[in-house]
């Protein structure tokens, strides 16, 4: 028979060989300022994210980034993307031009002819509305766009002394249409730009004309997201504490599952080597390939420590089911033995569920792909923990907590998994 526990320390010394790149890389992003190691998607840093392709292809991402930075956008990044487009990322622009005051929406002599109009012409305290009251108060009133528009003025005698006309509700009733045409343009919302066409609105106008002053037309957008630091920063805190609530729920049931601890814990700590071997995994490739982490990312984690737990869950079950029938045997050949009876099955298992995601990532769209790419990984890493990691570790510590006994002289028999 295989002894797969023996070789356990061989087992180990593989996983660190995995790990300790990966954590290496990891810790590369606080020290170089995020250039290196996990490169973050815009969904956790916030900022804007476009990608544009110029009719020139000679137009490098040094020239756009100089163009940037004399834009005030020094703290932008550019590099190549696919199919000759330009990926930027930049500080969170707009779309929506800034809302500014219109000579029609101040206070001026147009907008209190209206007023004046309705109140009576000896009432209001405008030098423009306070003519003496002969024929000659016509055409100030007239000049007003509110007197203009309306039909009634027209026929209502304006030669007379009298304040009758200006007590007439024909003025007054017109006044309100005469504003919503102002009103109105200023409301209008901008349009989102189709797909494809290049946007030129807002900041990112003023980028575009930058540009193409510079560098030439730029003939195609693919992409342009927006995302605020507020939902970024919630993104990212959210993410955090899903992993830590699965983490500790696995924990905890696992315990009660097995009444043993040490089963749980084992299991824990299996879980955190496939979350670094992902992370490692995406650190590296970050830095060598700018694949970013999204928000597709956290989903993918859940679903390894899932099925991760699944597979450990077996092997376990197995061991409590033999320490049960081979009563007396060392705790090391019991493990041997359940290993060995769950190989097979959870290797076939993991074995279809990597061909389908292997067929995935080769022929689904980009959009999906870094996602695709951590369950490959994770998955890969979590069948390895849990039989070659997991077991081998619960093994260590019985094997440890008996030699402890046996300094003691306590005696005390290695306390037994119950179902």
Not at 1 to 13: A, P, S, V, Y
Not at 150 to 171: L, R, W
Not at 190 to 215: F, H, Q, W, Y
Not at 346 to 365: E, H, K, W
Request: a neutral charge; aromatic letters at 6%.
């Amino acid at each position: 028979m295989f002894d797969l526990i023996g070789k356990r320390n061989w087992f180990f010394l593989f996983s660190g060989l995995v790990i300790v790149p990966g954590i290496i890389f990891i810790l590369l992003g606080p020290l170089t300022g995020g250039k290196a190691g996990i490169q973050l998607a815009i969904d956790y840093t916030g900022g804007t994210k476009w990608e544009i392709r110029f009719e020139d292809p000679a137009v490098t991402p040094e020239q756009v980034k100089t163009v940037l930075d004399h834009e005030g956008l020094s703290d932008s990044t550019v590099q190549t993307a696919s199919d000759g487009f330009i990926l930027i990322r930049t500080k969170p622009l707009g779309l929506q031009e800034a809302p500014s005051p219109t000579p029609e929406a101040t206070p001026g002599p147009s907008a209190s002819a209206a007023p004046s109009a309705s109140a009576g012409a000896s009432a209001s305290p405008e030098p423009s509305a306070t003519p003496a009251p002969s024929a000659s108060a016509s055409p100030a009133a007239s000049a007003s766009p509110a007197a203009s528009a309306s039909p009634e003025p027209s026929s209502t005698p304006v030669s007379s002394a009298t304040p009758a006309p200006s007590a007439t509700p024909g003025p007054s009733a017109s006044a309100s249409p005469a504003a919503s045409p102002v009103a109105s343009p200023a409301a209008t919302v901008v349009p989102s730009p189709t797909p494809g066409e290049v946007t030129r609105t807002g900041e990112i106008g003023g980028l575009v004309t930058a540009l193409e002053a510079k560098l030439g037309q730029i003939v195609a957008e693919r992409q342009l997201t927006t995302v605020g630091p507020v939902i970024s920063g919630e993104l990212t805190t959210q993410a955090m504490i899903l992993v830590a609530i699965g983490s500790i729920g696995i924990l905890l049931w696992m315990t009660f599952r097995f009444r043993d601890f040490r089963f749980g814990t084992t299991a824990l700590v299996a879980l955190v080597h496939d979350v670094i071997v992902v992370l490692g995994a995406f650190a590296i490739f970050g830095t060598l390939f700018g694949v970013e982490v999204d928000g597709l990312f956290v989903t993918a984690m859940l679903t390894i420590i899932g099925f991760s737990v699944h597979d450990t869950i077996v092997v376990y079950d197995r061991i409590r089911e033999n320490r049960s029938r081979h009563a007396g045997e060392p705790f090391s050949a019991i493990v041997n033995h359940s290993i060995l009876q769950t190989l097979a099955r959870s290797i076939n298992t993991s074995l279809v569920v990597v061909l389908t995601l292997v067929a995935l990532f080769l022929f689904s769209g980009p959009s999906i792909r870094n996602f695709i790419l951590a369950l490959l990984i994770g998955i890969v890493s979590g069948t390895y923990s849990s039989i070659f990691n997991a077991a081998p570790l619960l093994t260590v510590w019985e094997e440890w907590e008996a030699r402890r006994r046996a300094r003691t002289g306590t005696g005390r028999p290695a306390r037994r998994a119950t179902s």
